[in-house]
Each structure stands twice: as structure tokens, then as C-alpha cells.
RNA sequence: GGCCCCGUCGUCUAGCGGUUAGGAUCCAUGGUUUUCAUCCAUGUUACAGGAGUUCAAUUCUCCUCGGGGUCACCA
């Protein structure tokens, strides 16, 4: 059988997406939307999404960062096709093409020290030139000086025009004596550079869509220069423009909140995350949700905007309060267990979370307003009761205590506004006048949901206890 | 500074020569509610500026201004 070149994938109609993290840290939010993108294409075209680890600068990268970023794509529910490739085991493979370069001419080694090269920029810099290699080793055939251990660099194009063929901001013209120069393929200690093997792992890999942060437009036409000398197909690109922060400049580590696995903390759900990162920068007419498989139907690179975004997370906040809205009970029950709230074992579990997850913008907020209502107050908020107890409430609450006592068969809701009725009723009293003394003798403070509620998810003995205690501690 | 990219409500965006410039969010107001929230309704707010091209420019071209990215033996 012939040996198929892997990097040949003309005539290929199976598309293959990557992101390629280099693990400093965690997941950030604007790296996880370039993959949201990449493995949504890949998706739609039933095509292949793979994750290749660019942990080739030992000094900055750790495991852990791998794995902080292998555990924010399990929560989001993305996974990646095949094996992940680390650039850190391939060495041998870099140094193959380094040589073949070197063997056909098309790099050298260049023994400037780094002292010579920052004097040539102190130089350039001096005169307002640009800053450039002056290409002194191109054709050397002397007698290298001693001391001194090359580096090696590619013989990039003096002249002409590179083209960059992008899906989002369409063709971009670049003149090579404006942006090339002889760049580094291979350190002094042999080990290579970034634009040398990113076009390396992304045509091994087959890989034939490269969607990315439009930081890397620029490294583009070096990344051709090394597809073009090693004789590999140019992938399609998708520059997708920067989320800014709110002062217009690209997102960062210190912006906060900017860590993946941060909003899990805050409470917001993998879909909600999701769809307001699909949303930003991509849209499809005036549609807001979009479900996984939705976006994976309609999404297309194509249709990603020219313009950076600016970070802001009002809409996140809408977008988590309606995924929690329609999150079934169950459910709910089990994602609040993060949040440290057990109602597995609670009988009145969906009378309380049909109440409260209308009202929450987060998990963690849900998690609280269950917290208030199962957990008696310990003390009551001082505005509430001069509000609540502004007339005397005590007799009416008695009124109703002794009501409740007798009661029986109480289970629902409405078991016990049909309670609170008849003592306005029979009292001749407005509904606030019982409703905001009892909200704030259950609760300890205004706000919340429905009082009946509350009550029935409390139970009788408790709702009595309460209220005792409340006129205990306001009389 | 060189090179490159971008410019519609505060924010996310629709628009692809002719629209009362649409939607969403936020904010405000009203309704619903014993409270708060939800929900519903209503409202305020945008084509950076200037020249062209055209019967007609938010839309096409150029310039200006503004913003951003990038210029390593980092990735």
C-alpha cells in the first residue's frame, strides 16, 4: 500500500480544527471561544477537532496548566478527537525538517552572537529603520568565528508579496522586505522556534482550517514562508478579532475573571458560558439562544465579525438565569451539590426549586435563596421589621399561629394561603399586613419568593417556630 | 515609529445602494405581585468625520481621525 503523506490533504473533503494552548495557565475566556469555533466547525462538517499542547518553553509551562485546561473542556462538555499531541515529545520530528532545510539550502546557520544582534537593532533603531536581521550568514562560506553556537534561520523571500488568504477579513497583501526577514527556525541549543513548528504540527496533523486569535495575523506569513520551503499545503485561515476589556485593549490574565473554570465558581452553567461565547463575535440573524446543537448546525467561520468585542457580562448573567429557568429539577438538585446545598433527600424539593430557580441569576445564587428559606434566620434585618412590625402584628400573627396549630393536611402552597385568607378575612385586614410580618419572621428580611411557598417547604412546625421566635425576639 | 486589522445604540449585534436603521442586553417607566424577582408592555440611545461615485449612500472608493494587534534565540 503507498505511504500517503499526511500532511497531503488536497482533494480531502474531511475538515480538522485544532486548538493549540500553550499551558501557562488556566483556560482563558477568549482561547476557549477560538475553540468553541474551531470544534464547532469541525462538528458541523463531521470533521475532525484536536488539541495539540505547545509546551515547548519548559521554563513557563507545567502539567497542572495542561490539566486545568483538559478539565475546563470536560465541564464544557468539548471534547477533542484522538490523542493529544504534545509539541515537547516531537522533538525528533523538528529536528528532521531543521536538517532537510539546512541539507537543501533553504536555512543556514548564522553565527551572530546576541550581542551583535542587539547592536544591529540599537543600530537600526538609532537610524529609524526597521528592525531586522541583516542577513550577514546567508551566504557565508568562511570560516565560522569560535564561540560562538548558531542559531538557524530560513531563507525567507527579500522581495514579493505574501498573500494571506483569510475566511474573516478576507485577502491581506503583505510585502515581504516590510514584515520578513531571515527569522530563527532553531535556537543556539538546537531547540526550534514557534512560526517554525506550529506550521510543522498543523500540516503533520492534517490540519487544513486553522481558526485563531487575529494576534497571530501577523506571524501568518512567516508560518507560509516555513509551509512553502517544507513543500506543505497552506491550511485555510480564520483571524477571529480580539475580546477587548473595557478599557478597549486585549483581554488578559489580569483583567480577572477571565479563567474558564472561575465562572463554574460563579455559578453559570456550561451552556449559558457557551452560547454567550458563540454570540460574541459570531451571529446568526437576530437569534440569542443557541442550543449545542443549533450552533453547530449554523455556525460558520464566515459569518465571524471583522471588529473586536468588548467584554461585558450583562448578557451572561440573562443568558445563565434563562438555562436555569429551564433546568429540571433534578438536575438542578445534582448541580447544586457544588454548591454545597444537599436536597436530594428534601420532600418539598420541587415546590422550592419551581419557586426559586425563576428568581436566580446563578447557581450560586440559587444555592443561597435555598439556603435562606431551609435555614432558619439568626437575625432580622433591622429595616424589614421596623417596615413589618410598624403597627402591632403580634396579635395577627398569633392569630394565624393558632390557626395553623389546628390546621391538618397541609402540604401545598395554596394549603396555606387559604390559612393567611381566612385571617384577613376575619380580621378585616389588608394582605400585607400579615404577609410582610410573616415574610420577615420566616426570613428574617423582605424579598423572596411567595410566603405559602415558603411555608410549605418549611413544613407546619417549623413555619410555628419561627414565628414564635420572631415575636420573641421583636416584641 | 514600520507593517497589518478594525470603526452601527453604553454593550453584543442585524444590515450586504432606496429601511420610520431591526433584535437582544442594560437602563427607565407602567402593569402583574403581600415583598423581591420573574413575566408582559412602553420608552431613551447608534451609522466617527470629510470628500467623491450614484437619481440615491450606514452600505462602494479615497482621505482624516480614532481604536486595536504585531514587530524576540516567548508562544
Known sequence: M?????????????????????????????????????????????????????????????????????????????????????????????????????????????YMSKEELTELRETQMANKERTKYDGRYRDFDGT??????????IKAPLSGEIIVKDGVKGDISFQAEDILDDFVIARADGSPTYNFVVAIDDALMGINEVIRGDDHLSNTPKQIVVYEALGFDIPAFYHVPMIHNSKGKKLSKRDGATDVMAYKEMGYKPEALLNFLVRLGWSHGDQEIFSMEEMIEL???????????IYSTDKLDWLNAHYIKNTPNNELVELLSDYGVVLTSHDKKEILLDALKERAKTLKELAEMVNEIVIAPESYDEKAVKKAFKGDPIPILNAFGAKLTNATELHLPSDYHALMEEVVNEMEIGFGKIGMPLRVALLGKMGGPNIDVIMAVIGKEETLLRIANAITANS
Open 144 to 153: 565560522p568565528p569560535e564561540g560562538v553556537e548558531p542559531v538557524i534561520r
Open 299 to 309: 455556525f460558520n467561520p464566515k459569518d465571524i465579525n471583522k471588529s473586536a468585542s
Open 2 to 110: 503507498p505511504k500517503i503523506p499526511q500532511h497531503n490533504f488536497k482533494g480531502s473533503l474531511m475538515v480538522v480544527t485544532r486548538f493549540a494552548p500553550s499551558p501557562t495557565g488556566y483556560l482563558h475566556i477568549g482561547g476557549l471561544r477560538t475553540a468553541l469555533f474551531s470544534y464547532l466547525w469541525a462538528r458541523k462538517n463531521g470533521g475532525k477537532f484536536v488539541l495539540r499542547i505547545e509546551d515547548t518553553d519548559k521554563a513557563r509551562n507545567s502539567e497542572e496548566a495542561t490539566q486545568a485546561i483538559l478539565k475546563a473542556f470536560e465541564w464544557l462538555g468539548l471534547e477533542a478527537d484522538g490523542e493529544i499531541t504534545y509539541q515537547s515529545k516531537r522533538d525528533d520530528i523538528y529536528a528532521k525538517y531543521i536538517k532537510q532545510l539546512l541539507d537543501e539550502g533553504k536555512a543556514y546557520k548564522c
